[in-house]
């Protein structure tokens, strides 16, 4: 195991604006907690409204070189970064598991998941092109570019604090853009070990900057109200999102959100039970639960209900839960106590729904702000367990009776990021992907993430998408050229 004293000693607490590392204009400080211990783990600069507006105008001053620099070296530059990062894995996996919680196996199992975002967007530098073609009734021909937008502001939360980053910083710094960051007040600092990470990999000056604050709002408010900033990117509550998204409209900016989850997961009478509970016991305590993929609301057809319950409650109540930095443990803290407290309003409504609980339904003794992996069965689709993203690790059971009360049960949320479907006739994956109103669907899989997908949800869950090309979309314009008949003057 490495020396976390020296490793933390590693991390930067300042922002980065402009090339260089610098305390907060106010002189404000915020500290960074171990959801496991409750210990202080760090104490970083707050950055203010004015260090907002200094790295937007370093930011904009870096553009046009950035733009112009070729895509190899910008290509080169992400891939350097990807070969440090899987060189620091066990760092970053630390730095993670001591901010947020999650076990160190999970975390590492993050780094490798981010870092394909570096090397994904790699290879698309060198290979976004835009096309030619000719007026369909005409000969005048037309050429269409993708050009990079300009500074953009990267807002992410603490639940996945190095892939959210890198899912953003790759394909903004692959099309050509710069950047201001904002990370999570909750789990800094493995954003800020990215950045140092990231510059040493050759990112100029300018072109990334990092300003951490106890206040977010003070960050993205003065930059939105810039005409030269072009693009926020948020990822984070759905609240949060409609409102970053009110201010974006101040000046037209381009705006992609990932915002909340309530995932369905579907498991169809025909269903290899087995592999069901494996694949539903993945999608939901993955993370702690603290995922906006997380399988949210359990929708077992009544004839297999009584047998997948039974093998879902052995297998959540087998978990291992502790400080993620030890051995063998499966479920790490929750991030804060308020999310405890949440977890223990949502039992008690479940219960006052008719809900019963068949195992844990607890918080654990501190220090740490632990509770028992749960499963709740029973409980009436009003509870908040149905109607609400639970975002901890309790598993509500609900049961249906037709395909029909699946479908209509797993839309009934006004979110649609991730759903999962389980089932063993080969035609259900197409009746799923017709019925369901989500980004994306996992067929008898309970991991739905990679580099190569587009990631988003549709309705409250946000606009646009992340990773694969489509990813690239988003920090990019699309600009036409028009030309003349080629042949108008030849006689
Ligand atoms: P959050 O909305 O509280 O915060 C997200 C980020 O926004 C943080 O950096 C926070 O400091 C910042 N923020 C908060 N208020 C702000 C304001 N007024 N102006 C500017 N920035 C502000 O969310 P969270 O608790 O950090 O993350 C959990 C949420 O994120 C869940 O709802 C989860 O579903 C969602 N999430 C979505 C995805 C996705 O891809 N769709 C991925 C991960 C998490």
């Known amino acids: 195991m490495l020396n976390v004293k020296e490793l933390l000693s590693k991390v930067e607490t300042r922002l980065y604006i402009d090339g260089e590392w610098r305390e907060g204009a106010g002189g404000e400080t915020y500290d960074v907690l171990n959801p496991a211990t409750e210990e202080v783990l760090a104490t970083m600069s707050s950055g203010t409204r004015e260090d907002s507006v200094a790295a937007l105008d370093a930011a904009h001053r870096a553009r046009k070189e950035w733009e112009r620099t070729a895509p190899r070296t910008r290509a080169e530059i992400l891939r350097k970064g990807y070969d440090l990062l899987k060189e620091r894995k066990e760092e970053f996996a630390t730095i993670m598991t001591l901010e947020m919680g999650k076990s160190l196996t999970e975390a590492r199992g993050e780094v490798d998941y981010g870092a394909d975002y570096l090397l994904w967007f790699s290879e698309e530098a060198n290979h976004f092109f835009g096309h030619t073609n000719q007026y369909p009734a005409k000969g005048n021909r037309m050429v269409t570019v993708h050009k990079p937008i300009g500074p953009c502001l990267l807002i992410t939360p603490w639940n996945f604090p190095l892939s959210m980053a890198t899912r953003k910083i790759a394909p903004a710094l692959a099309a050509g853009n710069t950047v201001i960051i904002k990370p999570a007040k909750l789990t800094p600092l493995t954003m800020q070990y990215f950045v140092q990470t990231m510059i040493e990999a050759g990112v100029p000056a300018g072109v990334i900057n990092i300003v951490s604050s106890r206040s977010a709002a003070d960050v993205s408010e003065p930059i939105m109200a810039d005409p030269r900033l072009r693009k926020m990117s948020f990822t984070g509550s759905t609240p949060v999102g409609s409102s970053l998204m009110e201010l974006a409209a101040q000046n037209v900016l381009k705006v992609s959100l990932e915002l909340g989850g309530n995932a369905p997961a579907i498991v169809f009478a025909d269903a290899d039970i087995d592999g069901a509970v494996e694949g539903v016991k993945a999608a939901k305590m993955r993370n702690v ?56 309003e949502l039992v008690k409504d479940a219960v006052e729904h008719g809900g019963e609980v068949l195992t844990g339904g607890k918080r654990v003794d501190g220090p740490g702000f632990f509770f028992e992996p749960t499963v709740i069965s029973g409980a009436s689709t009003d509870a908040k367990v149905f109607r609400e993203e639970i975002f901890g690790p309790i598993a509500p059971i609900f049961t249906f009776a037709t395909e029909e009360e699946a479908w209509e049960m797993a839309n009934d949320t006004e979110y649609g990021l991730a759903s999962y479907v389980f089932s063993e006739d080969p035609d259900m994956m197409f009746r799923a992907s017709d019925n369901l109103e989500f980004g994306i669907v996992g067929f008898n899989s309970g991991v739905v993430s990679d580099a190569s997908i587009p990631f988003g949800g549709v309705k409250a869950s946000g606009l646009g998408r992340e990773g694969s090309r489509e990813g690239m979309f988003e920090y990019t314009e699309v600009q036409h050229v028009g030309t003349r008949d080629p042949y108008q003057r030849v006689k």
């Open 289 to 344: 639960g603290e995922a906006c993929t997380a399988a949210n609301r359990i929708l077992v057809h009544e004839s297999v209900a009584e047998e997948f319950t039974r093998k879902l409650v052995d297998a959540i109540s087998a978990l291992k839960v502790g400080n993620g930095m030890d051995d063998g443990v499966e479920v790490g803290p929750l991030v804060e106590p308020k999310a405890v407290d949440h977890m223990e």
